[in-house]
């Protein structure tokens, strides 16, 4: 068994290295180089992703991409996307693509407020913790003015702080739930510092209100945070055509394609199976633009997957109609997004990214973000609907299995000149590679 080790992030980057190697690969310096490839070069820029985390070792890479030909809100954009799914950016650019030929994408953002709760526990009478909260609401909310000054100065803050009994759910369980616009910061750090702030003023004032709380009656506050459910930091993003303008297949019209369309929305909205691979498409274009803008993908992911079951069922986030002859397509969804703070100015590649996007505020980034997140949903079921989603995967994948195969550069060139007429499946690459090698054996 692996011996406890104690103290391990105080020890150098190459000690915890031949830690690793010596308790987990059996002395195998192979992995020493491994890990040492990914180091950079730049002694100053491997230091910068150094302290970004704790026991950092060396690098994790994933595809840095881009997906041009957006049209949003009449602007072009290019959109920078950090993903390894191979199909991801083509079917971006593609749908990208079409819809630059339709009038593109509109996006709006109706809201952006965020929330945060302190959650505490109180054994007194409720009408008393009403009176007492009353009483010192104004003076709570002024106590955190150090820490809201400059966010006020850029036009953000605390936007309301309400006592909310949840008694009936939990024996003497309170809530001060409270409300932020953080502006372009997605704002963690000022939300849990206004909650610390809140909390430690709350059971200070507890212990003083003694004409409105009873002594004995005490406030015990559980935890102070912010929540990443914000179904009302949204934005909405459509595209629409006629349905004429549409693709036609041999087999279907576009007014069949729009229906079967529409009916494989429909499926999504009705059925959980289906609405989380669905769902699950859909965050594969917005995750890719969260990490490559510095953004916390798993706040987004778990905000997204709340907001898709508000309503008591889990559902898609977008939504598909035809009216009059029009094909409109859309999703709602929740982006705590930052565009200031975090990693937005230290990590290079996030800098280049916000500059590739030119330099965009949060909101601008929040629609940007739903378009590609809508973007890559109608890429998919158009090929759901179509030809299926092997055909363009597997063509992506090739180059994957002929790595996994070390194929070098003339069979790579040969195979892929193979699969432009040929179906792509793991076997059938398998085979080819084996005809190859076998005819230059010969
Ligand atoms: C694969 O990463 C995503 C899809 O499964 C999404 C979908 O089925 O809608 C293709």
Same mark, same amino acid.
């Given at each position: ?15 915890k290295?031949?830690w ?6 059996n002395?195998?310096?192979n ?21 970004f ?9 994933l595809p ?11 602007q072009?954009?290019?959109?920078p ?13 593609k749908a990208?693509?079409f819809?630059?030929?339709r009038?593109?994408?509109t ?21 008393r913790?009403?009176?007492f909260?009353n ?9 955190a003015s150090h ?11 605390i936007?309301?702080?309400v ?7 939990i024996?003497n369980?309170?809530?001060?739930h ?7 910061a997605?704002?963690a ?10 909390a430690?003023?709350?059971t200070k ?13 005490h ?9 990443n459910?914000?179904p ?5 993003a459509?595209?629409?055509c006629?349905?004429?303008? *549409?693709p036609s297949?041999?087999? /279907? %019209? &576009? $007014?069949?394609?729009?229906? !079967? ?16 691979t ?10 890719a633009?969260?990490?490559?803008t510095?953004n916390?993908?798993?706040a987004?992911?778990?905000?997204a ?27 709602q969804?929740?982006?705590? *997004?930052?565009?200031?703070?975090g /990693? %937005? &100015? $230290?990590?290079?590649?996030? !800098? ?24 890559q949903?109608f ?12 055909q ?6 090739l ?18 000149e ?6 792509v499946?793991?076997?059938e ?5 084996k ?6 054996? !010969?």
């Amino acid at each position: 068994m692996t011996p406890v080790v104690s103290g391990f992030s105080k020890l150098s980057k190459d000690q915890k290295i031949n830690w690793l190697v010596t308790h987990h690969f059996n002395n195998d310096h192979n992995t020493i180089d491994i890990l040492k490839t990914y180091w950079n070069s730049d002694e100053k820029l491997q230091k910068l992703h150094d302290e970004f985390a704790e026991n950092t070792i060396s690098n994790y890479y994933l595809p840095f991409s881009v997906a041009p030909n957006f049209l949003i809100n009449g602007q072009r954009y290019t959109i920078p996307m950090a993903i390894e799914e191979s199909s991801v950016v083509a079917a971006a650019s593609k749908a990208a693509k079409f819809w630059q030929n339709r009038g593109g994408f509109t996006a709006e953002v109706p809201s952006t407020t965020k929330v945060g709760q302190v959650h505490f526990t109180y054994s007194g009478d409720r009408t008393r913790l009403k009176a007492f909260f009353n009483r010192i609401k104004s003076d709570l909310i002024s106590s955190a003015s150090h820490i809201t000054k400059n966010m006020e100065k850029r036009g953000g803050g605390i936007l309301d702080v309400v006592l909310r009994d949840k008694s009936s759910e939990i024996e003497n369980y309170y809530q001060l739930h409270c409300t932020f616009d953080t502006v372009d910061a997605m704002g963690a750090n000022f939300i849990n510092s206004c909650l610390e702030q809140f909390a430690d003023f709350l059971t200070k004032a507890s212990m003083t209100c003694k004409d409105v709380l009873n002594t004995g009656e005490h406030i015990e506050i559980i935890m102070s945070i912010l929540s990443n459910y914000v179904p009302e930091c949204l934005v909405k993003a459509s595209v629409s055509c006629l349905v004429k303008e *549409l693709p036609s297949t041999e087999e /279907l %019209t &576009s $007014l069949q394609y729009a229906q !079967k369309f529409v009916r494989a929305v429909q499926i999504a909205k009705i059925e959980p199976y289906r609405a989380v691979t669905h769902n699950k498409g859909i965050m594969n274009g917005i995750d890719a633009v969260v990490l490559a803008t510095g953004n916390d993908f798993r706040a987004i992911e778990a905000g997204a997957h709340a907001y898709a079951s508000k309503d008591g069922n889990y559902t898609s986030l977008t939504n598909a109609i035809i009216d009059n002859d029009i094909f409109h397509f859309s999703i709602q969804i929740p982006l705590a *997004l930052g565009t200031v703070g975090g /990693l %937005t &100015s $230290l990590h290079p590649l996030v !800098k280049l990214s916000l500059h590739l996007l030119g330099n965009p505020n949060a909101k601008k980034l929040m629609e940007i973000t739903a378009v590609a997140g809508l973007a890559q949903n109608f890429a998919a079921i158009n090929s759901l609907i179509t030809t299926g989603i092997q055909q363009g995967h597997m063509k992506m994948h090739l180059m994957n299995i002929l790595n996994q195969f070390r194929a070098t550069e003339q069979e790579k060139k040969q195979v892929v000149e193979y699969f432009k007429t040929n179906t792509v499946t793991h076997n059938e690459v398998v085979t080819q590679i084996k005809k190859l090698r076998s005819q230059i054996a !010969k």
